[in-house]
């Protein structure tokens, strides 16, 4: 057999990543009965994978990132409206919660950037942070006002911080929208403290840890059991292209996700060039503000819902 060399930067990936875990884990891993509450909590997420309806379209998946609006009204219901109205089904979109628990389409923890208000969003009540407007004419949308919205859309959800962990739990178990959302996180404790509320199962994709564990298990070869392992409760992963010196999207780890049964899902990309190359990679989706884009290069490459020939 021939070795392969890991290289520099996913040594100290692997370095920084093992130190971490020990950190985080050591004193929890000492705790009596520690590896039995962990099995029960497994249990209750981990549920069957690669069947979900949220994944009922062929691939590639187009995914609208937080709607389409060229002018900035970003996550708010024109932007999404305007993505429905180029045909997409699936949107992507962040939450985070008012001080008085309102689940909110809000990427930053602050009005400022796209407001026409300033403050911290988790230091306002509803009352008052609905009363701001994106881009100085759009209402800010709660994640209930978007689930309502549309029946047939589905919508990738990212957890921005803890607070929003109940809130969204809640509007997802009353709009009944389990099989139209996917949960998703850069905070794998978050994502999974969102899986635990609810009474159904729903779509998830890794967070951080999850997804630098499952690079590691890819490369420099496709270790199955370890790939597996490393996504045995997630139905997708959603990475950048490259992560500092680390490629994240390869060749190799698209077939390993494959393999496995996982999607892999590319964001942001709004380059027509990366769009063909990514997309020539296999990978199973796109993540775009370019939703126009992103439509007329999978229309040319007959692979637009309704338009599609063939796919993997």
Same mark, same amino acid.
């Given at each position: ?118 403050? /911290?969003? @988790?230091? %306002?009540?509803?009352?008052? !942070?609905?009363? $701001?407007?994106? #881009? *100085?004419?759009?209402?800010? +949308? &709660? ?47 978050? /994502?999974? @403290?969102? %899986?635990?509320?609810?009474? !159904?199962?729903? $779509?998830?994709? #890794? *967070?951080?840890?999850?997804? +630098? &564990? ?99």
């Amino acid at each position: 057999m021939v070795r392969r060399e890991l290289s520099a930067p996913l040594r100290t990936l692997l370095r920084d990543l093992i130190a971490d875990s020990v950190s985080r884990t050591g004193s929890k891993l000492r705790a009596a009965g520690y590896g039995k509450r962990m099995a029960r909590r497994r249990t209750s997420i981990r549920t069957e994978l690669c069947d979900r309806a949220y994944f009922d379209a062929p691939t590639p998946l187009a995914i609208a990132h937080r709607g389409f609006s060229p002018d900035g009204l970003e996550n708010s219901l024109t932007a999404f409206s305007a993505a429905v109205a180029l045909g997409y089904r699936y949107l992507e979109t962040d939450v985070r919660a008012t001080r008085d628990s309102v689940a909110v389409a809000f990427h930053d923890p602050t009005l400022d950037r796209i407001t026409d208000r300033t403050g /911290r969003l @988790a230091e %306002l009540d509803w009352s008052e !942070a609905g009363r $701001a407007l994106i #881009g *100085g004419t759009e209402p800010i +949308a &709660r994640i209930d006002d978007v689930l309502d919205a549309w029946s047939d859309v589905r919508l990738n959800i990212d957890v921005k911080d803890a607070a929003a962990v109940e809130p969204l739990a809640r509007a997802i178990e009353r709009t009944r929208a389990h099989d139209r959302v996917c949960v998703a996180s850069f905070s794998d404790r978050r /994502r999974r @403290a969102v %899986l635990r509320r609810l009474s !159904a199962p729903v $779509a998830t994709s #890794g *967070g951080r840890w999850t997804v +630098a &564990r499952f690079r590691l298990a890819a490369s420099p070869a496709a270790w199955a059991a370890l790939v597996a392992r490393a996504l045995r409760d997630v139905d997708c992963v959603q990475v950048p292209e490259q992560a500092g010196p680390v490629r994240i999207v390869t060749a190799a780890t698209v077939a390993a996700a494959r393999a496995a049964g996982k999607q892999v899902h590319v964001w942001t990309v709004n380059d027509e060039s990366r769009m063909h190359r990514l997309l020539d990679l296999g990978v199973h989706g796109l993540v775009s503000d370019r939703a126009d884009v992103l439509r007329d290069l999978l229309r040319a490459r007959h692979a637009w819902p309704g338009e599609i020939t063939s796919w993997p």
